[in-house]
Structures are given as structure tokens and as C-alpha cells.
């Protein structure tokens, strides 16, 4: 997660949403999708890509990140 925070304070955006997607793979196999850091991941992945103007994509994942937070905090 720091790394891909690194990278999106350098602006290189296209290589924190190929990295977030690696490690999202992981926590979702390793930790599940009801990690905070799974959730996270959505949210990062989503501002990646609306700096890469991919408004739809990312607003796709804002809304991922607030269903999977609903269900995990009701």
C-alpha cells in the first residue's frame, strides 16, 4: 500500500493500478474481502484511475468500496 501511495504521489498512475490489482488479488485470497485493507485497495484503485481521467472506472470502485463497507459495518 505504500509503495502504490508513492506511486500516485509521483504520478505515475498507470503503475499503481497495475500493482493495486496484483495486491488486491492477494489480500482477497489471503485476508478476504472483508479486510480494511481490501477496502482500501478499492479506494486507492479508484483515485488511480480518476487521474488517469477513467471517471467510470473509478467511480465504479468508490462504489465497491462503500458497498463492501456497508456490509462489513452495517
Known sequence: NN???SLLNLGR????VKLQTKC???I?????EKHPLYLSNLNYTGV?????GRYQEALDYHYKCISHAKN???
Not at 498512475?13 to 499503481?16: D, H, I, L
Not at 482477497?28 to 478476504?32: M, S
Not at 488511480?48 to 488517469?52: E, H, I, M, R, V
Open 13 to 16: 498512475y498507470e503503475k499503481a
Open 28 to 32: 482477497k485470497e489471503v485476508l478476504g
Open 3 to 5: 509503495i502504490v501511495i
Open 24 to 26: 488486491r488479488m492477494t
Open 48 to 52: 488511480s484511475l480518476f487521474k488517469l
Open 72 to 74: 462489513i459495518l452495517g
